[in-house]
């Protein structure tokens, strides 16, 4: 079942989400589980007020490593930029991850990390692993034949 799916409690969501989101950040990017990362997706691109709060509490958490904190917010930039968020949710997420990018950057420095994934937007995270196996697993997810089936908001005009 879809963590986007409105039978879902609230409280079930949230903690679907978290370990949704304990299991994305933990594992390096080509050990991920597909479907792990496809609810991850959906929860990004279909409930992405709830999804950014998520994150941010992952993000807040000082027991959760940087490298882990990277790996969200560089999977939440990938996504954000799919044409099925409307033009108001990619907007707030790309506030969201300037601000994080920011946050964490006074941390410490991770550009030079990332030297060889080919991936340019995972090297700007410092996170050295490949990802686009999870990337094309969920473009099925992202189609306008998909939001018009599940009825779910999109970016996409109507026909």
């Known amino acids: 079942m879809s963590l986007v799916t409105p039978s879902r409690t609230k409280a079930g969501e ?16 080509h050990k991920v589980d597909e479907g792990v990362f496809a609810c991850f997706a959906k929860s990004v691109w279909f409930d992405t ?4 709060a998520r994150v941010q509490e992952r993000l807040k958490d000082p027991a959760v ?15 954000r930029r799919y044409p099925c968020l409307d033009d108001h949710d990619a907007g707030v997420l790309k ?5 994080w990018e920011k946050q ?35 473009l099925d997810f992202q189609t306008r034949h998909y939001t ?9 005009s109507p026909l």
């Open 14 to 29: 949230q903690d679907a989400l978290d370990q949704v989101l304990v299991k994305v950040s933990k594992t390096p990017l």
């Open 49 to 52: 007020g709830h999804a950014q």
């Open 65 to 79: 490593p940087f490298l882990r904190k990277r790996r969200l917010l560089y999977l939440m930039d990938r996504l």
């Open 95 to 99: 506030q969201f991850v300037q601000l």
């Open 104 to 138: 964490l950057s006074t941390i410490g420095s991770w550009r030079q990390t990332a030297a060889h994934t080919k991936d340019k937007l995972a090297q700007s995270w410092g996170v050295d692993e490949d990802a686009s196996r999870l990337f094309s697993s969920v």
């Open 148 to 156: 018009d089936a599940h009825n779910l908001k999109s970016g996409y």
